[in-house]
């Protein structure tokens, strides 16, 4: 198991470096976030695993939304959700982040538990996992690097519209910052 979470990590990352598909790209990161679950699940941290998926998921539920929402299928297709309004463009850049891993974010905690607990004895298994969370944290800071340089058609910060989706994305965004010390302890 702890072999197949190590290359389920690196499959995850190598193979999501050059797509363009939205879901595509988010499909092989959750390869790599199942090589971090079953890593724990190896070293017989069943609730760590299972605490694991619950961030994976609270993370990665909005973003789906939001893609589903503005009809997002292509990483050009991401400046659709500037056009709209800059408190979205902010949130799903943020949660885009917290779901690559980036410190100090709710998405690396997880990461960091499982790298505190198996540090000390599946050192060649852990180098697997952190390479492909580089890797996906690569695509993902390309993704958000791309929506902020890309748009000059950024308009100004006004009320959205209540509807279930956008109380969402914001909740999960602001929730992704302030998580993390929760989460540790």
């Known amino acids: ?21 939205v879901r595509t790209i988010m499909a092989y990161s959750a390869i790599g976030h199942i ?21 994976y998921s609270i993370l990665i539920t909005p973003l789906f939304l939001t893609f589903m929402h503005f ?12 056009s709209k309004n800059l408190g979205y463009h902010l949130a799903v850049i943020i ?30 298994i852990m180098f697997m996992l952190i390479a492909g969370s580089v890797m996906n944290l690569f695509f993902y800071l390309n993704i958000a690097i791309n929506m902020l340089f890309s748009t000059s058609t950024l308009k100004p910060l ?10 969402i994305i914001l909740a999960t965004a602001t929730l992704s910052l302030g998580l993390s010390p929760l989460i540790m302890s």
Do not use: R
Request: aromatic letters at 8%; zero cysteines; a positive charge.
């Open 71 to 82: 009809n997002i299928y292509t990483v050009k297709h991401m400046n659709k959700i500037s």
């Open 95 to 124: 949660m885009l982040l917290s779901l690559g891993g980036l410190p100090p974010l709710t998405g690396f905690m997880p990461k960091l538990m499982t790298i505190m607990i198996m540090s000390e004895a599946m050192q060649p």
């Open 35 to 55: 090589g971090w679950m079953l890593s724990l699940l190896a070293v017989y941290k069943p609730y760590v695993s299972i605490t694991y998926f619950l961030v």
């Open 158 to 167: 006004k009320p959205m519209k209540d509807n279930i989706v956008s109380a």
């Open 1 to 21: 198991i702890t072999l197949m979470a190590g290359i389920n990590a690196l499959v995850g990352g190598i193979m999501g470096m050059n797509q363009s598909q």
